[in-house]
C-alpha cells in the first residue's frame, strides 16, 4: 500500500454527473440523490491540506454541475498555487458551463480530460466483490481464499496509483473507498482536519477491511466498455444495492458477473493523443499542452468568440499557426 503523503489527493465536491458510465468510480447513477460539498465542507478540505506535498484535485462525478465552482475555484488559489492544482472533468456538452473557462484556466495547472465519448475507454468492475471471486475460485478452502484475496487487495493499482480522497463523509485512503461510503451510506471516514493525510498504511485497516473485500478494483476481471453504461455487479452486491435504491439496478441496468478472474484485462485507456483532450477542450475556447507534472495544461484560445461559425478543430489551428 502506498503511503497517503505520496498520493495526490482529491476534493470530490459532487457525485452528480451527466453520464452514467459502465463501472464508473464514483458509481453515479445509482444514487437517489447526489449530493453537492457545502461551502463550509470545500473550506475545511483545503485548510486540511495544509503543507500538502502533492497534487490537490477537484472532481466529481462532474465537478463543473456544482453550483458553487465559480466560488471553490476562487477559494482553492486562497490556499494553493495554480502549479499544485488539478481539475478531472468532462466538460459537457452545455452552453451554461462556457462561462467557467477562465476560472478554470486561471485556477488549473493540470487538467484531465475525459467525456467518456470514445469506445475505447475501458472501466473495471468495481461492484464485482473481490471476496465473492476468491470464495468461488477456492470453495473448498476459505482460508487461502481469505489470504489470497488480501494479497490481491494490498497490491491494488487503485491505491498504489490514483488518490486519497475528501468527500461530505470525510477522508479515505482510497479514492474508491470514498465512493463506496457514500453509495452504501456507510460508516465515515477519518475527521478531515489538519494532518490527516499523515496516516501511515498501518493505519488504514479498519478502512480497508470495511471497503476492500466489496470492490472489485484490485482483481484481474474482464473490463467493460464505458459507454455500455451497464455496471458489472456481484450477487452479494446487488443485494446492497438493492437495498439502497439503486437507480440503476431498478432500471436493469447491470449485469451478473460470473465471478471469473482473467488472464488479460482489457487495457483501461488506449487513448493516449493529445489531439482528442484538445479536440475536448476547444468546446470551450481552450487549448492544452503538457505541463512538468506530464498532466495538460490548459489555455485561452486567444480571441474565442462562441458565437462564431465553427471551424477546423483548435488542435489544426495551432498545428498550422493560426492561434
Known sequence: MKRLTDMECQIEITNACVLQC??????????VKPYFMSREQVTAAL????????????????????????????????????EQLGLWTGLPHN??????????????YSIFINDHSRGDIYHAPLLVSAKSVYDKKYPDDPVKAEREM????DACWV???????????????????AAQSILYDGPEGWTVE?????????????????????????????????????DDISPDNLERLKAVGSRKVKHDLYQISDLQLVEHPEEMAKYKDTEWRNQVASRYGMFLTI?????????????WDPTAPKRVSLFEEIKAGVV
Not at 491505491?159 to 485512503?173: D, E, M, T, V, Y
Not at 498501518?202 to 466489496?214: A, F, K, N, S, V
Open 22 to 31: 459502465a463501472n464508473c468510480t464514483r458509481f453515479c447513477g445509482h444514487h
Open 95 to 108: 452552453d451554461r458551463f462556457l462561462r467557467y473557462r477562465t476560472a478554470i484556466v486561471e485556477t488549473f
Open 47 to 82: 485548510q486540511s491540506l495544509e503543507k500538502h506535498p502533492k497534487l490537490v484535485g477537484i472532481m466529481g462525478g462532474e465537478p463543473l454541475l456544482h453550483p458553487d465552482f465559480e466560488w471553490i475555484c476562487e477559494e482553492a488559489r486562497k490556499y494553493f498555487p495554480r
Open 194 to 230: 489538519k494532518d490527516w493525510w499523515t496516516r501511515s498504511p498501518r493505519d488504514y485497516r479498519e478502512q480497508m477491511e470495511q471497503w476492500c473485500p466489496g470492490c472489485g478494483a484490485a482483481c484481474s476481471l474482464k473490463r467493460r466498455v464505458s459507454t455500455d453504461e451497464r
Open 150 to 153: 488480501w494479497n490481491t487487495i
Open 291 to 303: 505541463n512538468s507534472l506530464r498532466y495538460w495544461e490548459p489555455h485561452l484560445k486567444p480571441r
Open 159 to 177: 491505491q498504489n496509483s490514483w488518490s486519497k480522497a475528501i468527500n461530505p463523509k470525510g477522508a479515505f485512503f482510497c479514492e474508491v473507498a
